[in-house]
Structures are given as C-alpha cells and as structure tokens.
C-alpha cells in the first residue's frame, strides 16, 4: 500500500499504509517508507499479530514482504494468525505466492561452542541469512520478531547496542521499511523508560495494557515517526476477528 500524500506541513512524503483500521489516521496515511520502526509492548499486547496483520494487507496490495520470526516457529505464528483473524485466512495464498516469506531465525540456530552467548560474529551471521531472505523476494517491507532475544543473549550491553546499530543500519542499506518489536518489562504506561533501543529508530509505537480487574485496556500511542506528523493521542485498540482496531477519537491530534 504504498501512496504518496501531503502531510499536514504540506511537505510530500511517500508513505506504507499499514491497513490497520485507526493507526494510519495517527500516522497521516501510513509509515514514511525506508523507516526503521520500533514496535514495543508487554506480552501479550500484540505486537506479533500486529505486525504480521500490517504485512498481510501490504502483501495483499502487492508489495513483498518478510516476517523474520525469532520466537515463534513459522507454522505456530500462521496458526496464531488464522486463530486470531478468521477473516485473513488467505494469508496461506500469500505464503504460497512468496508475497509473505516467513523465515524462523534465531541465535539457537548460530549458537557459539559454549552456547547462549550471541556474539558480534554470529550476529553477523544472523544479518547475512535475513539479508539473503530479503533478497529472495526483493521484500520492500519486513519485521523481525523480536529483538528482545538478541539483548538477552548479548554478552554484554555494548555488544546489544553494537548489534541494533549493525542491524538497522543493514536494513537501511537493503533499503527497506522495517518494524522490529520489542519486549517491554512493564505493559504500563507510567514504567516506560527510554533506553538506548529507542534512539536509533526512526519511529517508535508503544502499545500499553492498563491493569483492571475485571478487563485489560489496551491502547497505542506513536512516541516518534521522522518524516511526518502524527497523532500525539493516547488510542485504545482492540484486537477483533477482523483484525486490530484503533480509535482515533473523530481525527484528534
Ligand atoms: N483468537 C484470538 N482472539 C482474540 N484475541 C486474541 C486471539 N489470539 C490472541 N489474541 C490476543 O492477542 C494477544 C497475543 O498477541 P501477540 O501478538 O502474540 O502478543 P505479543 O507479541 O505482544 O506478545 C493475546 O494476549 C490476546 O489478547
Ligand atoms: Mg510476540
């Protein structure tokens, strides 16, 4: 769903439309393409289906795309998917016509002689096989899911941040509009601390659950997109059977 439009300081940026019912009224018509995308949330916020639901529509409209699956084995992510949103079950076609490559990968898969520790060298790796799954559909749009394993098997913090600064700047040089997701400690919004993951991205969607008993709140807010402007609102979503819907609040910025 790539589109040009004006944003609001008349400025023309050409965007991905991620689909998804609400959010690209917060974005102005979608994600400014070539645009590294941090996706964070607690578990169970839905940050998975989210980003695979934005691939599944992209791919519907044409464009190729990728889902890097670190945590999650591909069938298992499809079932979830189909479990989730009976009404996208012809995301198998997509699968089948190499519109959506889901690839598993993980530093299990890399794992030094010792074991759980990733180094930069297996890291490196690890960036050539998404690379070469990139290239094999000449995917325009990817996700990887999520880069929380890769902090935890890190040896230490600079080799973390080493690691996200090689990987974004690779999917920079492939030239494509990623959204990496990431595990939050805390799913509330008054525990969010800024850590060194959230500056090297273009952009940066939290998606929050609100404690209540008897029901979670969930709701997203767009902390920052370089290239456009977006809605700064607080947005409750619901994940329905039809896919995730945003509440924009009648077009409130
Ligand atoms: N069949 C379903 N119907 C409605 N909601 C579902 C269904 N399956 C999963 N969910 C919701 O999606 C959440 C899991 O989404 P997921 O994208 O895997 O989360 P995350 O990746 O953030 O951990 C569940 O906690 C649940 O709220
Ligand atoms: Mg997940």
Redesign the pocket.
Known sequence: MEKTIKNIDKTVAKKIATGINGLDEMLLGGIPVGNQILIA????????????EILYHNAKNGIPSSFIAF??TSDQLII?FK???PEFKDIDDLIKNKMIIIANQGPSTRSTEEGSDTNLYVFGNIILDIENTILSNNSKLVVI??VSLLKLTMRNKTDYRRAMVLLISNMRRLNTTTLL?L?LPSSERKDLKFTSEFFIFDGVII?YQIGQEEK?L?SMEIIKMRGTNHSLVFSPYE???NGFKVFTMGGEF
């Open positions: 949330g607690g578990p169970g916020a839905g940050k998975t289906l989210l980003s695979l945590e999650e979830n479990n989730a949103f899911d999520s997701t595990e998606l979670r969930l994940i329905t059977s």
